[in-house]
């Protein structure tokens, strides 16, 4: 074509460039990654010793059957879920708690999600939610958590630092506050009410046996 001109490229020096600045962007990255290492690792030992009273038992799965009335899909009804529980304690500081549901406007579906926990101990750990749900069926909802202990890098890797440190933050702040208090009152208040209609039926049961 008119006007073209033919330029001699250099491929070595080319290449060569490019390899310079990879490496160079490399070495910057891992001084980051170093220094949000350090942060997270300083932290942890700074709120290590109030993490008894921030953690609480890590929910690993969940199974939710419908009723057997239910099943005919003209009742919403739904039985008490059942909880698996993992033989560990951690405080949330990032992602999900519980997995999120993929179109959950459609009949059925998948689990999807993830969170980064700090444990008792002061190790990170993630939980990589999956499983189903279906609008019919006998079983509405099923899913599980695979739990993986990891390095601090490996949460550097999945989450912003800005976030595992306001979770944290949020768990200290929330536990000041007393709400760990208040939600435990709250437990207390309901098992009374309970007991006192057991105690009502007690009596009123040995009373129609007299």
Do not use: F
């Amino acid at each position: 074509m008119r006007g073209d001109r033919h330029v001699e490229v250099d491929w070595k020096q080319l290449v060569a460039g490019v390899i310079t600045e990879y490496q160079r962007h490399e070495a910057v990255r891992a001084e980051e990654v170093a220094a949000k290492r350090r942060v997270l690792e300083q932290v942890v030992e700074i709120a290590k010793p109030a993490l008894p009273a921030l953690v609480m038992d890590l929910k690993v799965g969940l199974t939710r059957r419908r009723a057997a009335d239910a099943l005919d899909g003209t009742d919403e009804r739904w039985d008490v879920p059942t909880h698996q529980g993992a033989p560990v304690r951690g405080v949330l500081l990032a992602g999900d708690s519980t997995p999120r549901q993929l179109l959950p406007g459609a009949p059925d579906g998948e689990y999807v999600g993830r969170g980064a926990y700090l444990l008792e101990d002061g190790r990170y750990c993630i939980l990589q939610y999956r499983g189903t749900w279906s609008k019919a069926g006998e079983v509405a909802a099923e899913w599980h958590a695979d739990m993986r202990v990891v390095a601090v890098d490996e949460v550097v890797r999945q989450w912003k630092v800005e976030d595992v440190l306001q979770g944290l933050q949020k768990a200290l702040v929330g536990h000041r506050r007393g709400r760990g208090i208040e939600a435990a009152q709250e437990r207390t208040r309901r098992l009374q009410a309970v007991l006192q209609v057991l105690e009502g039926m007690t009596t009123l049961l040995q009373e129609g046996s007299r």
